[in-house]
């Protein structure tokens, strides 16, 4: 099995939706960006699962930041598994299982897309560490307000947005994303974050995740995000229609599903859409994805879910995010992004 197919046999058990929106790529683009999921993936179990102590979930992500600066050997990638609780879904323990030959791909991969890839992983892994060691209590996630909730998913999702545009840059030369690029990737992570936040509203409350402090004021932030992510799109070079489809279904999919998530809340109960209207909606963005009309038009229409008002929220100062955050993002753009507040 080659990687690309070995990769896409985990996605396939861990995230349907950007599993097949993943699948749509071409060369090597496929294969970072399945392995940078799959290492993200497991950055994400650290967080999730139920730890005894908070002292042995910072062990796990120590172990996880050491295995990115130094190949680890079989064993110790096999104790570091050994460590994790036994409570995990299947799909996640099976990446587990697997978790020396992500790490050995991971260090044979070229110098500047394995740079790329550590820094961004690195950025999740002390974001996350943050947030479980400053956030949570008896093993309860909570967040406050809407600047937390923004750092959370700059973290969780924001720099994903930072790495698949400076890995996708590798492929192009005349594609040069510049600050404001990044900064729409970085919009663009947070609107599907935040979508899935209030998506899983009810399943993270079970699990002891209070992640929607507020469900209307998270739900009004969403049409900014949206916005810059579409902008984005619409600068992906048409002759890549792969990395158009991957970004214009995960776009189109999070908007096409809001009417769903909003009725599941509503009535208690998961309510998704279907396979089938899924397949033909993500059909019919495919066969449009290198028309921009079509695409505004359809992008005006879709984003009508969003109905709601963005409401102005106090900023605090976040000096922990020196030095957890290494990236392209200027501490202006961390502002813009609501993450930080403004220098006076």
């Excluded at 995230?15 to 950055?43: K, N, T």
Aim: contains cysteine; hydrophobic residues 40%.
């Amino acid at each position: 099995m080659d990687k690309a197919a070995f990769y896409q046999s985990h996605l396939n058990r861990v995230s349907r939706s950007f599993a097949l929106c993943i699948a749509q790529l071409h060369g090597p683009l496929r294969e970072r960006v399945a392995l940078s999921y799959i290492l993200c993936r497991l950055i994400d179990t650290i967080e999730d699962s139920n730890w005894p102590t908070s002292f042995s979930q910072l062990e796990a992500f120590r172990c996880f930041n050491q295995f990115l600066e130094v190949q680890p050997t079989e064993n110790e990638v096999q104790k570091w598994v050994s460590m994790f609780p036994k409570s995990i879904p299947q799909g996640e323990q099976d990446l587990l299982d697997e978790a020396f030959i992500f790490f050995g791909d991971f260090h044979t991969l070229d110098a500047k897309p394995k740079l790329i890839l550590y820094r961004s992983l690195m950025n999740m892994s002390r974001g996350m560490l943050h947030f479980t060691q400053n956030h949570s209590a008896n093993g309860q996630l909570t967040l406050t307000s809407l600047q937390e909730t923004n750092q959370y998913c700059f973290f969780v999702a924001g720099v994903v947005g930072e790495l698949l545009t400076e890995v996708f840059a590798l492929e192009n030369s005349a594609y040069v994303p510049g600050a404001d690029q990044l900064e729409k990737a970085v919009h663009f992570g947070l609107f599907l974050q935040k979508v899935n936040l209030l998506k899983d509203q009810m399943d993270d409350c079970e699990a002891g995740r209070f992640l929607v402090f507020d469900r209307d004021v998270l739900r009004g932030s969403l049409l900014l995000h949206a916005e810059n992510a579409f902008r984005y799109l619409l600068s992906i070079p048409m002759e890549r229609t792969d990395f158009r489809v991957f970004c214009a279904w995960s776009l189109f999919l999070g908007l096409k599903s809001m009417p769903y998530i909003d009725r599941s809340w509503a009535e208690k109960k998961r309510i998704k859409i279907s396979r089938l209207e899924a397949f033909n909606y993500l059909s019919q963005v495919q066969r449009h994805v290198g028309d921009e009309q079509w695409l505004k038009d359809q992008f005006s229409k879709s984003a009508g879910a969003l109905q709601g008002t963005a409401v102005p929220f106090p900023m605090t100062q976040a000096p922990w995010l020196v030095g957890t955050y290494q990236g392209a993002l200027s501490s202006t753009q961390l502002a813009s992004l609501a993450i930080i507040p403004h220098n006076p």
